[in-house]
Each structure stands twice: as structure tokens, then as C-alpha cells.
């Protein structure tokens, strides 16, 4: 490092999102780590055995020394010295999602602003999928943003985007139609200056997306390609792109099913609303089922609560429950682990 860089837009990392906050944390792992030139890049690629470096010199492509804890994810802002990756810095944020077949939490990336949960409105929207996005969102302390595509094939955008709306407060949804090119000013907003992530199903339109927000350019290739002699553009690992709004997009591939990996943080914080009402049921440990006083079935029979905020939170709970069962499982049959989830319920306002 050696050189305080001040950040201007001459810095070939200011498009990728280099900011003083991460000269101040790159100076951090620098002291921490005495390797002599060692540079700050961007992971912009994974490739299983090397990462793919965004730095000032271009992209390189690095091993990472096995003893680096955490190991990096696309999106991580790195120190490289010219062998390997010594250091990953601090992160803002993280994505990660439970390998449901392995019971094993998967990091995907780092660092994004916000998290966009891109569903077609050509097929049913599933209220259980958008809010298990938002908790992995919330989880991630990134903001969640719902997009609805292919508005043009349905005559009732506008009503599916209030029931979204409802069902997710506080949480922004746009529409869009790629095809008349409606509504997508409002997903180029959210790119500005901001590191983004698409999550969504196989064809719910992310490519289309991705285009708007590159303002039409299909290869979406920025300042990160230079130096990348390969050149080399593969759908199936996940990506990072320079946006000409001077954003950054990071390509996901289609994620079919979110496993929940997520702490009682993010339950809060998703269904805030409902625990706020809970505040006003008799038991404290009210599972808003049949118990008499519970303020939130009242708030449901008064139309204040969309009743699909209440089914969520019942399979948002039953998910986590039945994670916390297969952990509890696990750690039976793992000798060291104790046998006790280490993660906390949170039912109601029980604490
Ligand atoms: N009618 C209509 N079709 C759309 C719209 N957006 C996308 N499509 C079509 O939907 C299909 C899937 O769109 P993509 O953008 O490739 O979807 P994706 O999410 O990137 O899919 P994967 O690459 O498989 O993850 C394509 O045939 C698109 O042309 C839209 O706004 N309106
Ligand atoms: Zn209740």
C-alpha cells in the first residue's frame, strides 16, 4: 500500500466503489498483515481455485493463501500482493444463504448496497419467496427492493404490486416492462453509485434487467475489463459489472430456492410490524394462532394487517425452526458441537 491515494475519479478503483471507508480499512489490514506491497482490488470473479483481482494495474487473477478468514466472495475488497490474496477487508455487508442439502451456510457475496428481488409477473408471485429474499437481505444488512417484470403480459400489474406492498412494508416495489421499456428508470436509480445484486428464478427477466441498468449495454463491460486479456464472459459464475452510472452490478445466477440462513436480527426486522402489534397480545408468548387477545389477528379482522404478513410469519418461523431442528440434528451426530442451537427463537415478543 505505502501511497495514500487521494480518492478522486482518476482512481481506476472509484468505479468499482473505492471510498475513503475502504482506504481507511485496506490501512487497517495492511498494519495487521506486514506483507509488503500489497494492493487493494476487487473480487469481480470466483473461479473455485482463484479469484479474479479488480486493481489499479487491472484484472489479475490470484490463488488465495489457504490461512485468509474469511476466504473472499465476489464483491469483497481484497489486499493482493503479485502471488497471492493476503487479506480480505472488513466487510459492509453479506449475502449468504443455507445449502439446504449440506445444511451448511453458503457466502455469496459481499459488500452490495442492495439486494433486488427481481420476480415475473408472468407466474404466480409467491408471497413465502419475496420475504425469505428480504430476511436474506436484512440478513445481509443490505436493502431490499422488490422488482415485478414483464409487467405487459398481465392486465394487473398494478394490484399485484399493492398486495407485494402490503405484505412488505417498508420495503420498495417497483414495476417494470423490460419489453416497452416502462418502469426502468426507476432500477437504473438504484444502481447509482450503489453496489447492487440481483436475485431471482431462472427467466424471471435479471438479463433484461441488467441491460436497463447498463443503459443498454449488453456486454456490460466497465473499467474492470481492462487488463482482463481473456476477456472471457461466463453466465454461470457470479460477476461484478461497472455501471456508466457509476454503480456496480453483481450477477447472480438463478437461485431457485433460498434456503434461510438468517438470524433472529433480521426476523425483527422484517416483520417489525408484527411484533409491534404483538406488544398488545395477552400472552407474551402469543403465536397469533387461536389464543384469546392477540392483537394481531384483531389487527387482521380490523383490515390493518394484510393476512399475508401473518401466513409469512408462520412459515417464516417454521422455516427457522426446522433449520435450528436440522442443526440440533447435526450437532448430535458431531461430537465436539454441542447439541444445543445456538441460534434464538423469537416467537411473538418472547424473548
Ligand atoms: N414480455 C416480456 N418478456 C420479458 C420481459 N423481460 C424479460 N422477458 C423475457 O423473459 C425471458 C427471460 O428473461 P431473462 O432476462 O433472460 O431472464 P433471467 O432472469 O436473466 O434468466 P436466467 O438467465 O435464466 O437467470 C426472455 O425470453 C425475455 O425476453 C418483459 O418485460 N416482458
Ligand atoms: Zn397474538
Known sequence: ?????????????APLGWSPLWADRAEDAAARNERPGAEPGRVVRHDGVAVQVATRDGVVA????ATVDPQPVVGDWVLTTDETVVAVLERSSLLRRRDTRRDTEQHLVANVDTVIIVCGLDRPVRDGRIQRATAVAWDADAEP????TK???VADAEETAVAVRGANP?????????????????????????????????????SSLANALSDGDVAIVGAVREGDAKGRHT?????????????????????????????????????DDIDSLAEGCRFSDCAHDAEPGCAVRAAIDAGDLHPARLEAWHAFHAEVEEADRRADEKAWRTPEAPPESKRRRRRGRGR
Request: glycine share 14%; charged share 20%.
Open 170 to 206: 417498508g420495503v420498495e416495489v417497483l414495476v417494470t416492462s423490460s419489453k416497452e421499456d416502462a418502469g426502468l428508470q426507476g432500477v437504473r436509480d438504484l444502481g447509482v453509485g450503489k453496489s447492487v445484486v440481483m436475485l431471482g428464478e431462472s427467466g424471471a427477466g435479471k
Open 62 to 65: 490470484r490463488p488465495v493463501l
Open 145 to 148: 427492493v422488490v422488482v415485478l
Open 1 to 13: 500500500m505505502g501511497e495514500t491515494d487521494p480518492i478522486t475519479d482518476t482512481d481506476p478503483l
Open 235 to 271: 453466465t454461470t459464475s457470479r460477476e461484478l459489472h461497472v455501471l456508466p452510472s457509476g454503480g456496480v452490478l453483481i450477477d447472480n445466477p438463478g437461485v431457485r430456492s433460498l434456503g434461510l440462513w438468517t438470524d433472529a436480527e433480521s426476523v425483527v426486522a422484517t416483520f
Open 151 to 153: 409487467a405487459d403480459l
